[in-house]
T-cell receptor
Framework: GAGVSQTPSNKVTEKGKYVELRCDPI?????LYWYRQSLGQGPEFLIY????????DSGLPNDRFFAVRPEGSVSTLKIQRTERGDSAVYLC???????????FGPGTRLTVL | GENVEQHPSTLSVQEGDSAVIKCTYS??????FPWYKQELGKGPQLIID?????GEKKDQRIAVTLNKTAKHFSLHITETQPEDSAVYFC???????????FGSGTKLNVKP
């Protein structure tokens, strides 16, 4: 079966621009997570959705970051007024209801010039 | 919040030898501990996990041990093969909270 997919795989943008990153979770998985991974570091939690609602957004670094999951499936991470420090790999993961295992996608590498 | 520390940051072994990676955590409420393998350009892949109600779990060449009192857990890989070369991450979470806290990773190099 298909795993978690993320698009685009690479995104290069200029400082100050707006970007959207997309995540397609495994079909039927109710929980969806976003993490950010800087070079040489482990993933850092950003936000967690259970269904359509954000159950925990405590990892979002500031109000330039926002995520939605309007129909409880696909999610979009939105970053406004990008800064060079936003450059990282953004990972998405999903898990089925009642289970802890998180299945990760390949990530989107964001580069802010 | 939870703090997970992982060491060593790099580990080089000869093919056929064993490799051990260690992690400590700070929050005694954490009770789920997965290990992920990440190859270059790919997302992390779950290889094994353990819950706090057991002390050890094994799956073929991979085993994980957990010491709740000392708040540390370890990954053991036996009979290493070149395809085991990757970055390995430990993580900790509370089962009802779902947020994972990751260690900083161990780059394992298995020399043929």
């Amino acid at each position: 079966g298909a795993g978690v997919s993320q698009t685009p795989s690479n995104k290069v943008t200029e400082k100050g621009k707006y970007v959207e990153l997309r995540c397609d979770p495994i079909s039927g998985h109710t929980a969806l997570y976003w993490y950010r991974q800087s070079l040489g570091q482990g993933p850092e939690f950003l936000i967690y959705f259970q269904g359509t609602g954000a159950a925990d957004d405590s990892g979002l670094p500031n109000d330039r970051f926002f995520a939605v999951r309007p129909e409880g499936s696909v999610s979009t991470l939105k970053i406004q007024r990008t800064e060079r420090g936003d450059s990282a790999v953004y990972l998405c993961a999903s898990s089925p209801r009642g289970f802890n295992e998180q299945f990760f996608g390949p990530g989107t590498r964001l580069t802010v010039l | 919040g939870e703090n997970v520390e992982q060491h060593p940051s790099t580990l080089s072994v000869q093919e056929g030898d064993s490799a051990v990676i260690k992690c400590t955590y700070s929050d005694s409420a954490s009770n789920y501990f997965p290990w992920y393998k990440q190859e270059l350009g790919k997302g992390p892949q779950l290889i094994i996990d353990i819950r706090s109600n057991v002390g050890e779990k094994k799956d073929q060449r991979i085993a994980v041990t957990l010491n709740k009192t000392a708040k540390h857990f370890s990954l053991h890989i036996t009979e290493t093969q070149p395809e085991d070369s990757a970055v390995y991450f430990c993580a900790a979470s509370q089962e009802n909270f779902n947020k994972f806290y990751f260690g900083s990773g161990t780059k394992l190099n298995v020399k043929p």
